[in-house]
């Protein structure tokens, strides 16, 4: 009886490459493949540019739009200061006020008007907030819950019972409203709502006092050459009726409410036909077609200006006590203003919507990511394509699938994080251009350079993210490659 011998077999381990030699071959498969891989970058160059000029544009326009309206609530202070002096405010507007964080004035306090102020102002700010759900309501929605109420109206009408209750089943009717708060809430604050409306109607005429006492001091002049009266009596006046005026603010409304005074002077010299006449010679334009816009554009120069004096004075004696510098000052101060009156109407809606991008611009973003992996699946694919025998060869090397699948989700990275970096800059510089063009040079100050970096490492950050995850079919199908079938294509 014969015997056979038999041989052990030893598996051993499959050989495993380290991450760096793994990256130094992915970087040669990129070399070796530098058109298509040109080609993949410059898909990705073009998303990230996309998406880094929407970003940069959004930086822009949100930090011009907040300084245009902190810069124009400063200019534009006279004109609510002489409406505050001059009629109180409306129930709806104090609880407004209030709730951004505006004090009352001490005129109110006057007389035990509002004893408890936290009290106060935390029931305001509940009552700005579901007055601000109510004004944001399209007009179906709005008529179908409160008819036509309007203000404090609203709290007024739905204080009744059977109102409250028509408004909560026509609430629920509407699942698309978020309704600020619970319905509880809302009832609670109502059952509440006569005791803040006595202590709304209690500021109003601690206002309207105020008013009246000042109305006394101020005469038969305007609340404009009131304030602009350097002795400051009127100032005085109105801190004794309790408005809140420190010194600062006094000055800048005296010197606002002077220049307000000083452009009304100078734009009636524009009704006669001698002043017309200049305008129209230096413009090229018929008289009749001279408008105040004309007249300050002439003034910016403090030539033109002195020009325009010495042609006017004569005829206008309220122009004697000015110069040509003071005229040239309060042209400039013009067109600063429309300037950013100009910039707020651009900015308009800035900051809203997905990322701040505004509705319409996340999406036509999302459809360019969209377009960038399709084509970056697209390139890897045809990559996998051209190097089945490439593959097959290491797989029968021993390489293992998770090796394969690896190396080509790095190759698409690199080309990821080229194509992020290029496109990064491209659309920074985009970005910037554009608003360059339609705001002036100053944007190029007005984003931190530290939001700038940000926005663009993010941006590149999405370039290689994108990459990768559109690598990942192609590297799956690739590493499923067997050795045998890849060998045999052509």
């Not at 409306?90 to 505006?102: C, Q």
């Not at 036509?148 to 204080?159: E, H, M, P």
């Not at 004697?320 to 101060?333: G, I």
């Amino acid at each position: 009886m014969s015997s056979v011998s038999s041989k052990e077999i030893i598996l051993a381990d499959q050989p495993r490459l380290s991450l760096g030699r793994t990256v130094r071959i992915a970087i040669d498969g990129v070399r070796y493949r530098l058109f298509r891989a040109a080609v993949t970058v410059s898909v990705i160059a073009v998303a990230v540019a996309f998406l880094m000029n929407i970003l940069s544009e959004s930086l822009i326009k949100r930090r011009l739009a907040v300084d245009a309206r902190r810069e124009l609530s400063a200019m534009r202070d006279i004109h609510g200061w002489a409406a505050r002096l001059t009629r109180p405010l409306d129930p709806a507007a104090i609880l407004m006020e209030v709730a951004a964080g505006g004090a009352l004035d001490g005129s109110t306090a006057k007389g035990g008007v509002i004893a408890d102020r936290a009290s106060f102002a935390a029931r305001a700010r509940a009552a700005a907030s579901y007055l601000a759900f109510f004004d944001a309501l399209e007009y179906d929605p709005r008529r179908a819950l409160i008819h036509t109420a309007r203000g404090t109206a609203i709290f007024d009408a739905l204080s009744d019972p059977e109102h409250f209750t028509i408004f909560e089943q026509r609430l629920a009717e509407m699942p698309a409203l978020r309704f600020v708060g619970s319905l509880a809430e809302f009832r609670a604050f109502l059952d509440r709502w006569p005791e803040l409306a006595v202590q709304l109607q209690g500021v109003v005429s601690s206002q309207e006092h105020a008013i009246a006492a000042l109305n006394r001091a101020r005469g038969d002049r305007t609340v404009f050459a009131a304030l602009a009266q350097p002795d400051g009596v009127f100032v005085a006046a109105a801190r004794a009726a309790g408005f809140d005026l420190d010194e600062a603010t006094a000055s800048r409304l005296t010197e606002q409410a002077q220049a307000v005074l000083d452009r009304l002077v100078i734009e009636r010299s524009l009704s006669l036909l001698e002043s017309r006449q200049l305008l129209a010679q230096h413009f090229n334009l018929l008289p009749a077609d001279i408008s105040a816009n004309e007249l300050w554009g002439y003034l910016e120069k403090s030539r033109q200006a002195a020009s325009y004096l010495g042609v006017m004075r004569p005829l206008v004696a309220a122009l004697e006590p000015y110069t040509a510098e003071r005229l040239a000052a309060l042209a400039t101060t013009r067109r600063d203003e429309l300037a950013l009156e100009r910039i707020e109407r651009m900015t308009a809606g800035a900051g809203e919507g997905w990322l701040g991008l505004g509705e319409r611009m996340g999406w036509l973003l999302m459809v360019s990511m969209l377009v960038c992996a399709i084509g970056i699946s697209n390139a890897m694919l045809m990559t996998v394509t051209e190097r089945f025998r490439e593959i097959a060869t290491m797989k029968c090397l021993g390489a293992l699938d998770g090796f394969i699948m690896l190396l080509f989700v790095l190759e698409s990275c690199f080309l990821g994080l080229v194509g992020g970096l290029v496109g990064s800059l491209l659309g920074n510089l985009i970005g910037y251009g554009r608003m360059a063009a339609a705001f002036g040079i100053g944007v190029f100050g007005t984003v931190p350079l530290g939001e700038t970096l940000a926005a663009m490492g993010s941006a590149v950050a999405v370039g290689v993210v994108l990459a990768a995850l559109a690598a990942v079919y192609p590297s799956l199908k690739a590493a499923r490659l067997a050795p045998m079938e890849a060998m045999r294509v052509e």
